[in-house]
């Protein structure tokens, strides 16, 4: 089944304001556009997508900013019949969920709506010129190949032992995990994931990180995740390497009796060619780790400065901030790398902890802070960023059940 939806009626979708909102009292609000959906960006298309907040697709899942107003995008939809493996009280069987796709296709690339409310959740992965191929994933068992023109799917882990993983789910303390992904190259073809499949039996409770090659189908043990924490899977320069973050009790530092031991925390590049890894950077004491916030970078903070490392090249770049914080958090670069937005964790004058939303010029440190946690009654969600300097804020309706607003600022200073 197909459909097909005009630009034209798209543009009749809901808007909660627009263009250039002024507040009552005649002052510029932070952001250009606010819309009545919550909405992440692809990066691949340029394209902004809509969260799944109703019962079926709408006319306002995909569009493109034209200037600072939304152009809605067609887009046509296919059924996949997927082979789901479920657990229900200690019985396993295969059930056959049909799941309907929407996409566009960009200059050549897939870009996917969200899967709405009545429908399995999936996460998807494209590469750019490729147009009828996706891979999309639900769970911690179920991750597909889908040709778009046709609806045909098939796994894309082998899974020959599966019988044996649910034999054991039923008593296991730990969840069993088969295969959950955390970062998928599908240009490169790696696919980079968490399982405990080796230790089902003996210990369900170690974790370990794997690579899947797609060009050999062959699945390659990184390392186990005891201590170390998945941050990027890295294949520029022709050298695919997972990099992870490795923290241990520190005895180089005096500690007064009854203080816990400060923790190192060590960034390594691990080779898929094998060898030993190698060390990227080391946090001293004073200094706290962030997570990978663009590709190739890592972010860490001390006193009131932010450091960007570069891992590829090992340069950091340090943003001095004017304002105080007890925690950055969620930092994200632009695309462009000018421009950061984080949540800031604060004490105010009271000494009562406060968040609000930051974006700092990378260059000049200048920053701006254009929201509190909570706005107009919504709770912040989560934010990205868009091209050209745009930033995607979103807030949720604590009250109610997928209900979102997004706003989008112009990060211009």
């Excluded at 229900?88 to 050549?108: F, L």
């Excluded at 946690?373 to 309706?397: Q, T």
Aim: hydrophobic content about 40%; some cysteine.
């Amino acid at each position: 089944m197909k459909k097909a939806f005009s630009s034209i009626v798209i543009l009749a979708a809901p808007i909660l304001a627009a263009v250039l909102l002024l507040s009552s009292c005649g002052l510029r609000k932070p952001h250009f556009l606010e819309l009545g959906a919550g909405y992440s960006y692809d990066a691949l298309t340029g394209v902004y997508v809509r969260y799944p907040s109703d019962l079926s697709y709408g006319p306002n899942e995909l569009f493109e900013l034209n200037g600072r107003k939304p152009k809605y995008l067609t887009y046509d939809t296919v059924t996949v019949d997927l082979p789901v493996r479920l657990g229900n009280a200690g019985s396993y069987s295969y059930r056959i969920e049909k799941t309907e796709i929407a996409y566009a296709v960009v200059d050549g690339t897939p870009v996917l709506a969200r899967a709405v409310d009545y429908q399995p959740r999936f996460s998807y992965a494209a590469m750019k010129g490729e147009p009828k191929t996706v891979m999309i994933w639900s769970n911690d068992r179920n991750a597909y190949f889908v040709n778009l023109a046709d609806g045909t799917a098939h796994k894309v882990f082998e899974d020959g032992r599966i019988a044996e993983y649910e034999a054991l789910e039923q008593y296991a303390r730990y969840p069993l995990i088969w295969a959950r992904i955390v970062e998928a190259d599908f240009g490169a073809g790696y696919i980079a994931f968490i399982s405990n499949r080796n230790n089902m039996a003996t210990a369900p409770q170690k974790n370990e990180l794997f690579v899947l090659d797609l060009n050999t189908g062959e699945e390659k043990l990184v390392f186990p995740l005891e201590r170390r924490e998945f941050i990027a899977l890295d294949t520029s320069g022709g050298n695919a390497r997972v990099i992870c973050l490795e923290e241990e009790a520190s005895v180089n530092y005096a500690v007064n009796d009854g203080d816990p031991m400060p923790v190192v925390s060590r960034l390594y590049a691990y080779s898929l060619d094998g060898g030993k890894p190698e060390l990227l950077l080391e946090l001293t004491l004073g200094q706290t780790a962030g997570s990978a916030c663009a590709p190739g970078y890592f972010y860490y903070t001390s006193g009131r400065s932010v450091f960007l490392f570069d891992y590829r090249t090992k340069g950091v770049t340090e943003i001095k901030l004017t304002e105080a914080f007890v925690e950055i958090k969620g930092l994200k670069l632009s695309g462009d790398g000018k421009y950061m937005a984080y949540l800031r964790v604060y004490s105010d004058p009271n000494d009562i902890i406060e968040t609000n939303v930051g974006i700092t010029a990378v260059g000049s440190g200048k920053s701006s802070y254009p929201y509190t946690y909570g706005e107009d009654g919504y709770a912040f969600d989560f934010m990205e960023w868009g091209a050209d300097s745009v930033l995607v804020v979103n807030f949720a309706d604590p009250g109610a059940a997928n209900k979102y607003i997004s706003r989008f600022v112009l990060a211009d200073f």
